[in-house]
Nanobody
Framework: QVQLVESGGGLVQAGGSLRLSCAAS????????MGWFRQAPGKEREFVGF????????YYAESVKGRFTISRDNAKSTMYLQMNNVKPEDMAIYFC????????????????WGQGTLVTVSS
C-alpha cells in the first residue's frame, strides 16, 4: 500500500506559478502510474493529468495543457505538478493518486489518494 501526502498549495496570483509535490511512502512507488486531480467548490472531482510509472509518458486535461507539467522522481518517491500561468478557474483542492496504469486512473481505478492541498488564485 502507498501513502500519499501533497504539499505546496497556497495563494497564487493569476498568471503566476506554483509547484505542488506529492510524496509517497511505500516500497512499490516506482511501479505505479500517478495522477493529479482537482475539485473546485461545488464541482465534481476532475482529472488534471497523469504520468506513467517510468515518467516517460504524460497526459493532460485540455484545460491545463501547455500550462501544467507533471513530473516524477522515483528515487525520491515524489511526483510534482508545475503550474504556470495559473488562472482563476484553477482554484481547487488538488489531490494526487496512484493506480496500476494511466488508463486505470482515467477510469477511476485508484489505489490510493492523498489528502489534498488547496490552491487559491487571486485575480
Amino acid at each position: 500500500q502507498v501513502q500519499l501526502v501533497e504539499s505546496g498549495g497556497g495563494l497564487v496570483q493569476a498568471g503566476g506559478s506554483l509547484r505542488l509535490s506529492c510524496a509517497a511512502s511505500g516500497r512499490t512507488f516506482s511501479t505505479y502510474a500517478m495522477g493529479w486531480f482537482r475539485q473546485a467548490p461545488g464541482k465534481e472531482r476532475e482529472f488534471v493529468g497523469f504520468i506513467s510509472w517510468r515518467g516517460d509518458t504524460t497526459y493532460y486535461a485540455e484545460s491545463v495543457k501547455g500550462r501544467f507539467t507533471i513530473s516524477r522522481d522515483n528515487a525520491k518517491s515524489t511526483m510534482y505538478l508545475q503550474m504556470n500561468n495559473v488562472k482563476p478557474e484553477d482554484m481547487a483542492i488538488y489531490f494526487c493518486a496512484v493506480g496500476p496504469s494511466m488508463y486505470a486512473l482515467g477510469r477511476g481505478d485508484v489505489d490510493a489518494w492523498g489528502q489534498g492541498t488547496l490552491v487559491t488564485v487571486s485575480s
